[in-house]
């Protein structure tokens, strides 16, 4: 059965600094992975989206990695600003299976501090 | 373009009530998806439909929670009787139809809050 980590699961930084928030998995046979945004009382946003055969895919501040075979993706913010505070979650697609399935880690909420 | 859509945003019931969610998934997306969030972790899927057809329900709690998808289109899960750990973020999400590139994209609603007290 899938699991995954995310650490930390807080964060605060003063505003203007690159962070990086991390996810593991247990299961390497996977489709894809994705980031996810989730503000306060609202739904959840994908941000960025690997498929398993890429290493990294970037969206203006945002850049994620993958290591595959390590289990191991990370999130890279940069230059980070108050309207990036949210809680950020990563989630893996199965490879096998008609289903699919997507398993998601617990989060990051992350506070940038103006 | 429209997003999933959620009904009702909130709602608070007594333990051993029923209660029912509502979702309008994005027009023309063949999969269907019902998550449980609980606070401070992240969603878990509870059943996944492709058009009106089940996928997954393996961790849907038959025996309390059931859904629908009549048509493939609009879907309906209730919870009956409710109990006190059923307190949760109920997430829909739609994507086009698995298989296809674009299938991977998911779009959330902004979910059904119950309270069970």
């Known amino acids: 059965k899938q699991e995954v980590t995310q650490i930390p699961a807080a964060l605060s930084v003063p505003e203007g600094e690159n962070l990086v928030l991390n996810c593991s998995f247990t299961?390497?046979?996977?489709?894809?992975l994705q980031w996810f945004r989730q503000d306060p009382g609202k739904g959840l946003t994908s941000l960025l989206l690997?498929?398993?055969?890429?290493r990294e895919q970037t969206s203006g501040r945002l850049n994620a990695s993958l290591d595959k075979s390590s289990g191991r993706s990370t999130l890279y913010i940069a230059a980070s600003q108050p309207g990036d505070s949210a809680t950020y979650l990563c989630?893996?697609?199965?490879?096998?299976?008609?289903?699919?399935?997507?398993?998601f880690g617990s989060g990051t909420q992350l506070t940038v501090l103006p | 373009e429209a997003g999933v859509a959620q009904s009702p945003r909130y709602k608070i019931i007594e333990k051993r009530q029923s209660v029912a969610f509502w979702c309008n998934p994005i027009?023309?997306?063949?999969?269907l998806y019902w998550y449980q969030q609980i606070l401070g972790q992240g969603p878990k899927l509870l059943i996944q439909?492709?058009?009106?057809?089940?996928?997954?329900d393996s961790q849907l709690p038959k025996d309390r929670f059931s859904a629908e998808r009549l048509k493939g289109v609009d879907s309906t899960l209730k919870i009956q009787p409710a109990k006190l750990e059923d307190s949760a973020v109920y997430l829909c999400?739609?994507?086009?139809?698995?298989?296809?590139?674009?299938?991977?994209?998911?779009?959330f609603g902004e979910g059904s809050w119950l309270t069970v007290v």
């Open positions: 690997i498929q398993s055969s890429q």
């Open positions: 989630a893996v697609r199965q490879a096998m299976g008609s289903a699919r399935q997507l398993t």
């Open positions: 299961d390497s046979a996977i489709y894809n």
């Open positions: 027009s023309g997306h063949a999969t």
């Open positions: 999400a739609s994507s086009p139809r698995q298989g296809l590139s674009s299938g991977n994209t998911i779009y």
């Open positions: 439909f492709q058009n009106n057809g089940v996928v997954d």
